[in-house]
């Protein structure tokens, strides 16, 4: 059985860090992506990032770039977000979810963690 | 960046209707596109994927269809458990993969 499980939420103030982790298992981690997708409270599901099933690429959406850094480490079958310089406007469930196919980095989403709230707030 | 405007915002139905969603896409996608499916407190359960290709275990009378700049979901007949709300996602692009601003089916 496919899980992700995320872990890392919590409140912090603004211009703060967190970093979220996404522990997979029940299929054979290094040769997925992994993406990240947010939702903020009452609205709709933002795409965030992706990485490769090597770590060799990895993508970001323009409202994150230069302040989250996202990476894995296939021998623990664990993505990472590192979320730095964070603002109000990334509160949100950020959810860890695996690709359809492994031939592309973004792509389909089959299966989905229950998510871990991030909360920015002074 | 591709942009993905799904219309209606809302849809009132009833059991039994026949539904149909749009999303549109800002530029050619050709079939690159999934649909969504999220209940209040749960994450999306991915329904269709390539436009048109049924997900494992997904009941049948959810179908995609479309390429290029338009796609729908149809719902055949509505049934209780789909009164949820319904996202598009564009994955052709190489570096994002935008979701629609989502369709919320209600009674």
């Known amino acids: 059985e496919v899980q992700l499980l995320e872990s890392g939420g919590g409140l912090v103030q603004p211009g703060g860090s967190l970093r979220l982790s996404c522990v997979a298992s029940?299929?054979?981690?290094?040769?997925?992506?992994i993406n990240w997708v947010r939702q903020a409270p009452g609205k709709g599901l933002e795409w965030v990032s992706a990485?490769?099933?090597?770590?060799?690429?990895?993508y970001y959406t323009d409202s994150v770039k230069g302040r989250f850094t996202i990476s894995r480490d296939n021998s623990k079958n664990t993505v990472f977000l590192q979320m730095n310089s964070l603002r109000a406007e990334d509160t949100a469930v950020y959810y860890c979810?695996?690709?359809?196919?492994?031939?592309?980095?973004?792509?389909?989403?089959?299966?989905w963690g229950q998510g871990t709230l991030v909360t920015v707030s002074s | 960046d591709i942009q993905m405007t799904q219309s209606p915002s809302t849809l009132s139905a009833s059991v039994g209707d026949r539904v149909t969603i749009t999303c549109r896409a800002s530029?050619?996608?050709?079939?690159?596109l999934a649909w969504y499916q999220q209940k209040p407190g749960q994450a999306p359960k991915l329904l269709i994927y390539?436009?048109?290709s049924l997900e494992n275990g997904v009941p049948s009378r959810f179908s995609g269809s479309g390429s290029g700049t338009e796609f729908t979901l149809t719902i055949s007949s509505l049934q209780p458990d789909d009164f949820a709300t319904y996202y598009c996602?564009?994955?052709?692009?190489?570096?994002?993969?935008?979701f629609g601003q989502g369709t919320k089916v209600e009674i």
């Open positions: 979810v695996k690709v359809y196919s492994g031939s592309y980095i973004i792509n389909a989403l089959d299966y």
């Open positions: 530029q050619s996608i050709r079939n690159w």
């Open positions: 029940g299929f054979t981690f290094n040769n997925y992506a």
């Open positions: 390539e436009a048109s």
């Open positions: 996602q564009q994955y052709n692009s190489y570096g994002s993969g935008t």
């Open positions: 990485i490769g099933g090597s770590g060799s690429g990895s």
